[in-house]
Nanobody
Framework: QVQLVESGGGLVQPGGSLRLSCAAS????????MGWYRQAPGKQRELVAH???????NYADSVKGRFTISRDNARRTVYLQMNSLKPEDTAVYYC???????????????????WGQGTQVTVSS
């Protein structure tokens, strides 16, 4: 069974840092792109950061210069380093990955999107 398992959320004071991790498990041929999204109460889910298979990145304007996304392909893991956290960063953070489940999927360019269960990040004094 393919799963994305997140960790690293919690409560932090404004100006503090957190590092989120998301590991893919199960029978997977390969991982294409990976990303982090967040959803605050009463708001729509929004893209925070995205990284492609060749490590190209893009960020939401609200987190540029404060957050860094990276990936470790050997560990099938994507990270989100969050610095200078603000109360408005409070949300449930979700990991997303585009996976090639089989070699056949890869050769056909058939990417399947998976989501993690979410991890709460609360920025408050």
């Amino acid at each position: 069974q393919v799963q994305l398992v997140e960790s690293g959320g919690g409560l932090v004071q404004p100006g503090g840092s957190l590092r989120l991790s998301c590991a893919a498990s199960g029978s997977i041929f390969g991982i294409n792109d990976m990303g982090w999204y967040r959803q605050a109460p009463g708001k729509q889910r929004e893209l925070v950061a995205h990284i492609t298979s060749d490590a190209s990145t893009n960020y939401a304007d609200s987190v540029k210069g404060r957050f860094t996304i990276s990936r470790d392909n050997a560990r099938r893991t994507v990270y989100l380093q969050m610095n200078s956290l603000k109360p408005e960063d409070t949300a449930v953070y979700y990991c997303n990955a585009g996976l090639f489940i089989t070699l056949r999927d890869y050769t056909r360019g058939l990417r399947t999107s998976y989501w993690g269960q979410g991890t709460q990040v609360t920025v408050s004094s």
